[in-house]
């Protein structure tokens, strides 16, 4: 049900309870602009019971402009464009539409992908900062099993007159690149609407977009991972990085060799006890190691209990 529709089921309930307001007039004396006096006759018309009942309905018609309006919008066909070079598809995302299922039709002399990568650093290769994006096939069509979004920007070309002193909040169009390896020909491009399921076939076009800000990236959902139980000795003979979760029992020694370094890129959950803390070493005991570490966003929600570390 539409939030006017509940409204307009108030009003009479409303009515009934705005009758029996015995501070009206107060409330209309002690606020500047109403009681002026070239606006103080209209403001106690307004505060009558015929008088609000008639802005209520005024209320009611603006709310449903605006429920039409978003409506409209969310339920519109997706916009952007697509184009292709050197192996790299560039797509450009247009509107406040939220864009999922970007098919990709090859050509018929075109090879499988084996994987698509958001080009996040923007340095046309693949690399360490790059995001594997999830795909599947179906038939002759490459599916690609991600949400996209254009930037959201504050604008306001005119911060003294602006009713809206922070500006309003449009899209913009916005570039995603992918890197597709071994890379395609493609013959089309289809988006779906990410809220309807409502398709369109995007243009090919040579467009520019804005790079995605920070925090847009492509939505989609992460593969569960298994965490590696390490519950013996565990030799470190050089750097290391572990890229999926980890659970280290009590009393587990973790032996380092010279120069050896331990980096944790996810979670890691070190169950060490007093009677049997988890232990960090040198192999020797006139060695010097190197460092253990946990870096990036992934390694949030970590837990160390009763970790001793001897350099």
């Known amino acids: 049900m539409k939030m006017s529709d509940q ?17 009206r ?15 103080f006759q209209n403001s106690r018309n307004i505060i ?43 797509l450009i995302i247009d509107g406040p539409i ?4 970007l098919t990709f039709k090859p ?3 075109s090879t499988t992908p084996n994987i698509i990568v958001w080009d996040k650093d923007g340095d046309e290769r693949l690399s360490d900062e790059d995001l594997s994006v999830p795909f599947h096939i179906k038939g002759n069509r490459i599916i690609i099993d991600a949400t996209w979004i254009a930037n959201r920007v504050t604008k306001n070309s005119h911060p003294h007159t602006n009713p809206f002193p922070h500006g309003s909040l449009i899209s913009v169009p916005t570039q995603f690149n992918l890197l597709i390896d071994p890379p395609i020909s493609l013959i089309s491009v289809k988006a779906h609407n990410a809220l309807t399921g409502k398709s369109a076939l995007l243009p090919k076009e040579k467009k520019q977009g804005n790079s995605p800000r920070h925090s847009n990236r492509p939505v989609f959902k992460s593969p569960s991972q298994a965490i590696e139980v390490w519950s013996s000795e565990v030799e470190i003979k050089k750097v290391r990085v572990i890229e999926h979760p980890i659970r280290i029992m009590p009393g587990v020694k973790i032996y380092m060799h010279p120069s050896a370094s331990l980096i944790f890129r996810n979670r ?4 060490g006890t ?12 006139d060695q010097t190691w190197g460092t253990v570490a946990l870096h990036g966003a992934q390694t949030e929600g970590s837990i160390i209990n009763n970790l001793n570390i001897k350099d």
């Open 7 to 23: 409204i307009e089921k108030l009003l009479p309930e409303l009515g009934i309870t705005y009758t029996r307001e015995k501070f």
């Open 25 to 39: 007039l107060e409330r209309l004396l002690v606020n500047d602009h109403l009681a002026r006096p070239d606006s």
């Open 48 to 90: 009558s019971n015929q008088g609000m009942k008639t802005e209520w309905n005024l209320l009611l018609k603006n709310l449903r402009y605006v429920q039409d309006w978003l409506v409209k919008q969310l339920e519109s066909s997706p916009k952007g464009y697509w184009s292709t070079q050197d192996g790299k598809v560039s």
């Open 98 to 101: 939220p864009i999922n299922q």
């Open 107 to 109: 050509s018929t002399n």
């Open 268 to 271: 890691v959950f070190i169950e």
């Open 274 to 285: 007093k009677l049997a803390p988890v232990s960090i070493l040198p192999l020797k005991s």
